[in-house]
């Protein structure tokens, strides 16, 4: 046995004796002190020596209170029950090991922007989710720091990923497996990985703090701030319209006239600087944003023109919210300060009857047509 090993089954057993709350801890734990108890009342200190040069006898203690053979019953019992709660738990711990080994968490994380590695998701998983861990890193990186020079070449690897996910979860039960996702990819990107990702259930979603450098999960209070929707009315009579979405940064008009020349609908937070670490107030978002493109739906809007400017949380939790058969069409739009026009390219979504997504190139103020 390694002293690694040694280590960890001596911190896993004072974990369990003192630890923990199960029935045979408490047998156990009662099976101790009852024989603490015996042997303190029949208890027995006998001194025979000097002192000073002088021979000393000293003899004091309660021995013979509890008959030996009374004391041996007692002992042989609680022997037996420390012994029977041990298995107990060993027994306990087996089964919840088979049923652990059945449980998978695929953890899939996005890498786009940065030409780094940084801080693996797989390290910030929470330990609250059981399962063994199947990392699958989904590198949509190109090379060039910040810019991403070939998108048409990055649509493959998301689908691949979609793929992977498919057969890493056949044969397996649905209530045994659990999909944790956190990127930093482009946005038309990130919302491509949430629309493919939309069916499979629940998806534990973790986002990077930049302030404090690490993975962190969206386990924060909803402030139940939510978004100021304008423009609506200039929809009237489009077929296609932009949709602005500031919920980190402003989507400026300057800059979306350097692409677009459709009616500009904003949904907008009216403090920038709010926290998005909450799931509750993210869902809340999402069902606003939902909800405007069922109005627009209404209003006759056949393709929306996406701009986002938001986490990648957020954004990824948009893409799983739109609703691939009853909103309009949607095209979502990477913004690049540096080049002319703004929005040079955005990805086609494969929602409203198109099969695969595709990558659309403008060129002018007017969008290249889908």
């Known amino acids: 046995m390694t002293?690694?090993?040694?280590?960890?089954?001596?911190?896993?057993?004072?974990?369990w004796l003192f630890r923990s709350r199960n029935a045979e801890s408490w047998i156990f734990r009662g099976a101790v002190a009852v024989l603490v108890v015996l042997y303190g009342a029949n208890w027995f200190f006998r001194y025979n020596g000097s002192f000073e040069g002088r021979p000393v006898s000293v003899e004091f203690g309660t021995a013979g209170v509890i008959p030996e053979g009374l004391l041996w019953s007692l002992s042989g019992l609680c022997a037996l029950l420390m012994a029977g709660a041990a298995g107990w738990a060993w027994t306990r711990y087996s089964a919840e090991q088979r049923r652990l080994?059945?449980?998978?968490?695929f953890v899939i994380e996005g890498r786009g922007l940065r030409d780094d590695d940084g801080s693996p998701l797989l390290a910030a998983v929470p330990e609250t989710i059981p399962g063994t861990r199947v990392p699958y890193l989904l590198d949509l990186r190109?090379?060039?720091?910040?810019?991403?020079?070939?998108?048409?070449d990055l649509l493959r690897p998301v689908e691949a990923m979609k793929i992977w996910l498919h057969q890493m979860q056949k044969g397996n039960d649905r209530s045994d497996l659990t999909t944790v996702y956190g990127g930093l990819t482009a946005v038309p990107l990130t919302f491509l990985t949430g629309v493919l990702l939309d069916d499979e259930g629940d998806i534990v979603v973790l986002d990077w703090d930049r302030t404090s450098e690490r993975w962190r999960s969206l386990n924060g209070p909803d402030d139940t701030m939510r978004f100021?929707?304008?423009?609506?009315?200039?929809?009237a009579g489009a077929t296609e319209v932009v949709l602005a979405i500031s919920v980190s940064y402003p989507v400026l008009s300057d800059n979306l006239a350097t692409t677009f020349a459709f009616p500009v609908i904003r949904m907008t937070m009216p403090d920038l600087q709010s926290s998005h670490w909450s799931q509750a107030k993210q869902a809340a978002l999402a069902d606003q944003f939902l909800g405007t493109l069922k109005q627009l739906e209404g209003l006759g809007v056949q393709r929306v023109h996406l701009v986002l400017a938001a986490p990648n949380s957020v954004v990824f939790n948009f893409g799983r919210r739109y609703d691939r058969r009853n909103v309009p069409a949607v095209t979502v739009y990477q913004f690049e300060r540096a080049q002319d026009p703004r929005y040079p390219w955005g990805i086609e979504m494969p929602v409203a009857g198109v099969d695969s997504a595709r990558v659309v190139y403008t060129t002018s103020s007017v969008p290249a047509s889908p």
Do not use: H
């Not at 002293?3 to 974990?15: K, M, N, P, Q």
């Not at 190109?142 to 048409?152: I, N, S, T, Y």
């Not at 100021?228 to 929809?235: D, K, M, Y």
């Open 101 to 105: 080994s059945r449980k998978k968490v």
């Open 228 to 235: 100021e929707v304008s423009g609506l009315e200039t929809a």
């Open 3 to 15: 002293r690694d090993t040694l280590d960890f089954a001596i911190r896993s057993a004072v974990a």
């Open 142 to 152: 190109q090379r060039k720091d910040g810019v991403l020079v070939e998108p048409d």
